[in-house]
């Protein structure tokens, strides 16, 4: 496979399948439509699509999420787990899908089996975390266990910061938090997801202050990007701290406005492709 442009870090797995019982949950009594959904289409039929798609937009590899985004008003599970099909996927299509595992902070010890599992076995390249609905913080000691096991794994931590659109207290995504996660887990690759919006300002700190803390540009389309984020990434050594990730945005639009940024090419490649390849352990085309 030639070089792509771009490799996606937080992608969720938008086949039929998953978009259906996603958009089934948040259409629910009690919920609210998230605002992303219009974003997505119809989902992808299959893997072979899903590829098209990727090729077509020059995306070399997506890490796909077993997003366990957990309802709060509900208690239970939002989407259907797609464990399985990211791990067929990535022997299908090498090098092309990757998956992000989940984590349930209810039940920790299960969790944390099938975590190393996914990474030991299906070749998962890290971990993906939504905690708004379990109704506590990425700092809570429910969540230390897992950090322990990615600092023991080698494997970076996405977590999503800032608000979050579903029917859910927002407060928990708060990005200075991972500060002081840090500070207990200077080993720890952590990626705050989202940009922070709206606390963009506290996400860029932390990850400026920490090597091993990245800001992960998803879910919003680079026109929204305010002036902060964008010295952060035109910086001479802070566009190293910046990753490349949609969350399902279309990846045609998302990178022409980006190349309307004028970030300075190597810099660029860096967000697009470098960068993620690094924190990600992913092997060079």
Not at 38 to 54: K, V
Not at 56 to 83: C, H, I, N, P
Not at 182 to 195: E, S
Request: proline share 6%.
């Amino acid at each position: 496979m030639p070089e792509g442009r771009a490799i996606d870090c937080l992608f969720p797995l938008l086949l039929q399948e998953w978009k259906s019982s996603w958009v089934q949950a948040t259409n629910s009594a009690g919920e609210l439509k998230c605002q992303v959904e219009a974003s997505w289409g119809e989902g992808y039929a299959d893997g072979d699509a899903l590829i098209a798609a990727m090729d077509a937009a020059g995306v070399e590899t997506v890490l796909a999420t077993d997003l366990l985004a957990w309802s709060y008003k509900r208690q239970t599970r939002f989407a259907v787990d797609m464990t399985s099909q990211i791990a067929e996927l990535t022997r299908r299509y090498p090098g092309r899908i990757y998956g992000l595992a989940d984590y349930d902070p209810f039940n920790i010890r299960a969790s944390l089996k099938k975590l190393e599992h996914d990474v030991t076995v299906n070749q998962f390249k890290g971990v993906y975390v939504h905690v708004y609905g379990y109704d506590i913080g990425l700092d809570h000691r429910k969540m230390y266990p897992l950090y322990a096991k990615c600092e023991e794994l080698g494997i970076p931590c996405s977590m999503q910061t800032g608000h979050v659109l579903e029917a859910m207290p927002s407060e928990h995504g708060r990005p200075m938090q991972l500060d002081r996660i840090a500070c207990d887990f200077p080993d720890l690759v952590m990626i705050g997801t989202h940009t922070g919006y709206p606390w963009v300002d506290e996400m860029l700190a932390v990850a400026g202050k920490w090597p091993n803390v990245y800001v992960n540009i998803s879910a919003w389309l680079p026109k929204y990007f305010g002036p902060s984020l964008l010295r952060f990434m035109r910086g001479r050594s802070t566009h190293r701290k910046v990753i490349f990730g949609t969350n399902g945005l279309d990846w045609a639009r998302y990178l022409e406005e980006f190349d309307r940024l004028e970030i300075p090419e190597e810099r660029a490649r860096a967000i697009l492709l470098d960068t993620p390849r690094r924190v990600h352990g992913l092997a060079p085309r």
